[in-house]
């Protein structure tokens, strides 16, 4: 299958089962559940759990034999990762935050449902990733191999990952920081999560101990080269394919690579953290996360 | 053993283990766990973990013999739950939401830390929950038991339950509201927390299913009853011994029970449901829960 060809259908086979999980009824509660939706389906690109998926094909030798049971199998983990990317975005958007008016071209949740909402649209979605996860776990024979993977994705998005690089992010506003604090900050708000889209992917394919810390790694690099590529595009970027305000890091004094190292050694960064990234693939035999990692680097938006 | 020093006893416990499980490592994060620690140890009362360990330790006829063991059986629930309860209220105590300046007689927590953290420490809080739940959970024989209680817990904390509360009470503000609409608000946004305490405390110690759902159901009571007599005390009660600021509720146009049934009425429900708990309570023959169930409906703070 061609590269944007699968893409494609893997963000189909995701979206359709984010709608599914979130056909829920609601009565009372019904404006919380309208918020949660209304970001969950505001345009992402899905990055993380195709990451999940395509780890998981790239691993799992009989993929065109029982592709659809093993979605069903990995599927919820993809789901939940997309829910805590998802509220984390919900957050980082409020006014005491980044205060951001738009996201992928569309008014940020707090724009549209007001900051309590906002708040616990984002509360909510974090607690529902779990509860999507424990429910898969509990319906599996080797719950053990579940809960340990449901372990590996909170602590990735917890104080330890992604909130902890959240919270220095923030506190480095407006502050002169150096190399090692904005790589904190990239490692764990960015990179910690889609590493561990890929681990787990690996993991439930039944991967090797070996493979799943090689995958862990170069999904961090991947991690780092994606948000460094952000950073220039909030430079360099052109607004109508962004989606953002750009120079909007710059404006709220966000600390960013280029900022820090130039942008010519910025995307010199991006380039040998993809050449390094796409070498490791070579030996897996995945032309899709190649094709996908080159991709990324390369994007506009 | 007295009441009193019973729970004195059950909150000393709970807070060695609370302090224990967060010594936790930090440097660029530092601040943001001092955040957390900040409002967890702001001098909360412990109901909800000393409810899991009173429930647990009614259920449980050996108690005094395997006391130890058991406490550390339960208490990662019993702890994961006062730090699901301490992110709902730095959450609550947000300017988008209640915007209160004094919880406990203490500055709340985006007063100290600025709001931004504040919301990073109540997502860490959650966060940091389920991680010490399913690290839990990875270390018992019996996982899927121990899964189907951090599912339970996940279900009361989330969209039907507390967040659906809490999202319900936030659109109801400026509004004249009935009864159900109050009475799913008190329902979810407190009692559903309070029950599965008791819940979780009856599962582990081997309850029946009957029992279980007997105590569910004095749990939501228990709850609701709880709530009321805040709401109450939200109106008669002493600043200098409640720590909030009396009126509160009033002055941001919350919905409570005596707003919708007058005082009287309220206290009416109060002892009727309190009577109905400890006629229950009778039946399973604990002196410390019918105790606790009479202080908190005759509390002052």
């Given at each position: 299958?061609?590269?944007?060809?699968?893409?494609?259908?893997?963000g189909?086979?995701?979206?359709?089962?984010?709608?599914?999980?979130?056909?829920?009824?609601?009565?009372?509660?019904?404006?919380?559940?309208?918020?949660?939706k209304?970001?969950?389906?505001?345009?992402?690109?899905?990055?993380?759990?195709?990451?999940?998926l395509?780890?998981?094909?790239?691993?799992d030798?009989?993929?065109?034999?029982?592709?659809?049971?093993n979605?069903s199998?990995?599927?919820?983990y993809?789901?939940?990762?997309?829910?805590?990317?998802?509220?984390s975005?919900?957050?980082?958007?409020?006014?005491a935050?980044?205060?951001d008016?738009?996201?992928?071209g569309k008014?940020t949740?707090?724009?549209?449902?007001?900051?309590?909402?906002?708040?616990?649209?984002?509360?909510g979605?974090?607690n529902?990733?779990?509860?999507?996860?424990?429910?898969?776990?509990?319906?599996?024979?080797n719950?053990?191999t579940?809960?340990?993977?449901?372990?590996?994705?909170?602590t990735a998005?917890?104080?330890?990952?992604?909130?902890?690089?959240?919270?220095?992010?923030?506190?480095?506003?407006?502050k002169d920081?150096?190399?090692?604090?904005?790589?904190?900050?990239?490692?764990?708000?960015?990179?910690?999560?889609?590493?561990?889209?890929?681990?787990?992917?690996a993991?439930?394919?039944?991967?090797?101990?070996?493979?799943v810390?090689?995958?862990?790694?170069?999904g961090?690099?991947?991690?780092l080269?994606?948000?460094?590529?952000d950073?220039?595009l909030?430079?360099?970027?052109d607004?109508?394919?962004?989606?953002?305000?750009?120079?909007?890091?710059?404006?709220?004094?966000?600390?960013?690579?280029?900022?820090?190292?130039?942008?010519?050694?910025?995307?010199?960064?991006?380039?040998?953290?993809?050449?390094?990234?796409s070498?490791?693939?070579?030996?897996y035999?995945?032309t899709?996360?190649?094709?996908?990692?080159?991709?990324?680097?390369t994007?506009?938006?």
């Amino acid at each position: 299958m061609e590269f944007k060809e699968q893409l494609s259908e893997y963000g189909k086979i995701i979206n359709r089962n984010l709608s599914s999980y979130m056909e829920i009824p609601s009565k009372e509660n019904r404006k919380l559940i309208e918020a949660m939706k209304y970001s969950l389906f505001a345009g992402g690109k899905r990055l993380r759990p195709i990451l999940v998926l395509a780890t998981y094909d790239m691993f799992d030798s009989r993929a065109n034999n029982r592709r659809s049971e093993n979605y069903s199998f990995v599927m919820p983990y993809a789901c939940a990762i997309e829910m805590v990317h998802t509220y984390s975005l919900i957050h980082d958007d409020l006014p005491a935050m980044d205060d951001d008016d738009l996201r992928r071209g569309k008014p940020t949740n707090h724009r549209v449902y007001g900051e309590a909402l906002a708040i616990l649209a984002g509360d909510g979605l974090l607690n529902y990733a779990f509860e999507i996860m424990l429910e898969s776990a509990l319906n599996q024979n080797n719950t053990k191999t579940h809960v340990d993977v449901i372990k590996e994705i909170a602590t990735a998005s917890g104080i330890y990952g992604m909130i902890g690089g959240q919270a220095v992010d923030i506190e480095s506003e407006n502050k002169d920081i150096d190399l090692s604090t904005i790589s904190y900050i990239h490692h764990n708000k960015t990179a910690a999560l889609i590493s561990v889209s890929m681990k787990v992917g690996a993991v439930l394919a039944g991967a090797s101990y070996k493979d799943v810390k090689i995958i862990g790694k170069l999904g961090r690099d991947l991690g780092l080269a994606f948000q460094i590529r952000d950073d220039i595009l909030d430079i360099v970027g052109d607004e109508s394919k962004t989606g953002k305000n750009v120079g909007s890091d710059n404006s709220c004094n966000k600390s960013t690579y280029p900022k820090i190292i130039g942008l010519e050694k910025s995307n010199e960064k991006v380039i040998s953290l993809t050449n390094n990234i796409s070498s490791v693939l070579d030996e897996y035999n995945s032309t899709f996360l190649r094709e996908l990692c080159t991709y990324l680097m390369t994007r506009e938006s």
